[in-house]
Each structure stands twice: as structure tokens, then as C-alpha cells.
T-cell receptor, first 113, second 111 residues
Framework: EAGVAQSPRYKIIEKRQSVAFWCNPI?????LYWYQQILGQGPKLLIQ????????DSQLPKDRFSAERLKGVDSTLKIQPAKLEDSAVYLC???????????FGPGTRLTVT | GQQVMQIPQYQHVQEGEDFTTYCNSS?????IQWYKQRPGGHPVFLIQLVKSGEVKKQKRLTFQFGEAKKNSSLHITATQTTDVGTYFC???????????FGTGTLLAVQP
């Protein structure tokens, strides 16, 4: 079974630029999560999708972050404009259903200079 | 809001010694999951606990869910260098069953 795919793996941008991350879930996994993990901290949930609907986006900074999951499969997370404090690893995870075990992708390491 | 704290933040042990990390929540939880993250890697699911007082074992790892469903522990017997990494508990509860990750415990094992 293929795992969760993410791209790019690394990205370096200047502040105020925009960036987008892509996630391809495990086939059949209805629930998809985007997490932000700052060095030395646990993953922090940004947004949770159930199929193509948003379940929870309470911690998503909506003035600069946006996410979508078209057709309930692939998902993209965008940051525009980026700030220095956005430097982190952005992890995508999927599960068969809510509250089940989550499978994480390798993450995208973002550096904002 | 719900918070999940883990102690200790960091533990350095000699290979062969035991290790325990504790996870505490301010609210009653519906379930606890444990993940391991190797340095430079991504979190990998270890186990899920759902019942009050539940104890599960995986080889040298023992996981326990508290009677009040507010705390959990992970115990590793006779650590090995392959156990190195950060161990996170992740707790869910409430209407959306959102998973809140703990602060993590970084385990270093000296051969």
C-alpha cells in the first residue's frame, strides 16, 4: 500500500512571498489533516477535512493560510503572504475515518527568510 | 481549550535501562494515541487506547490509559538504540474528535 505523498520536500522563500504544498492521501482514506510542526514541538492541527468538507479549521490563520481538498482526494495548503514565523514542517496525514490512526506523509520543510 | 502535557521533555538513558513518559490532560478523553517520530522523520502510529484502565503491550513497550481517562503512560523495558526519537501522545475528545498532540518526550539512548 502506497503511503501519503507530499511535495515539495523542501522550500525556501522570502517573507511576503506565497507558497503551496500538495498532499496525496492513501487511497480510500476519507479524513485528511494538515499539521504545522515547529522545531521541538508537537504537530499542531491546522485543518481537518472529511472527504472534501472542512471539519475543523479553528487554528488555521485564515488571513494568510488557505486549504482545499478537491473531489475528496488530493489537497493543497497555501500560504500568502508568508511570514518568518511560518518556518516549520508542514505535515499531511490521513486516516480511514475520524479518530482512527493517522498515517503521516514525509512533510514539507519550509524556511522563510 | 484542551491541553495535553507530557513529562519529561527529555530523557537520556543508558542502553538497557527502562524509560517511561507520561501524558496528562485537563479534560476527560475519548481516546489516546501514541506516535514515535525519529529525528528528521515523521510521526508513526504506535497504538490507540480507548477504554478506562486499558493496558496494551507491544514487545518491550507497555501502554496504559488511566482509570479516569485523563492520563496515559508509555513504558519501554530495556531500551535499545533503535528506540531513539520523540514520543508523542495525541488525545481526542469533544464534538469533532480533533486530535491534540502532546509536547513530546525526546528519548536519547547511549550505547
Amino acid at each position: 500500500e502506497a503511503g501519503v505523498a507530499q511535495s515539495p520536500r523542501y522550500k525556501i522563500i522570502e517573507k511576503r512571498q506565497s507558497v503551496a504544498f500538495w498532499c496525496n492521501p492513501i487511497s480510500g482514506h476519507a479524513t485528511l489533516y494538515w499539521y504545522q510542526q515547529i522545531l521541538g514541538q508537537g504537530p499542531k492541527l491546522l485543518i481537518q477535512f472529511q472527504n472534501n468538507g472542512v471539519v475543523d479549521d479553528s487554528q488555521l490563520p485564515k488571513d494568510r493560510f488557505s486549504a482545499e481538498r478537491l473531489k475528496g482526494v488530493d489537497s493543497t495548503l497555501k500560504i500568502q503572504p508568508a511570514k518568518l514565523e511560518d518556518s516549520a514542517v508542514y505535515l499531511c496525514a490521513t486516516s480511514v475515518r475520524v479518530a482512527n490512526e493517522q498515517y503521516f506523509g514525509p512533510g514539507t520543510r519550509l524556511t522563510v527568510t | 481549550g484542551q491541553q495535553v502535557m507530557q513529562i519529561p521533555q527529555y530523557q537520556h538513558v543508558q542502553e538497557g535501562e527502562d524509560f517511561t513518559t507520561y501524558c496528562n490532560s485537563s479534560t476527560t478523553l475519548s481516546n489516546i494515541q501514541w506516535y514515535k517520530q525519529r529525528p528528521g522523520g515523521h510521526p508513526v502510529f504506535l497504538i490507540q487506547l480507548v477504554k478506562s484502565g486499558e493496558v496494551k503491550k507491544q514487545k518491550r513497550l507497555t501502554f496504559q490509559f488511566g482509570e479516569a481517562k485523563k492520563n496515559s503512560s508509555l513504558h519501554i523495558t530495556a531500551t535499545q538504540t533503535t528506540d531513539v526519537g520523540t514520543y508523542f501522545c495525541a488525545a481526542s475528545g469533544g464534538a469533532t474528535n480533533k486530535l491534540i498532540f502532546g509536547t513530546g518526550t525526546l528519548l536519547a539512548v547511549q550505547p
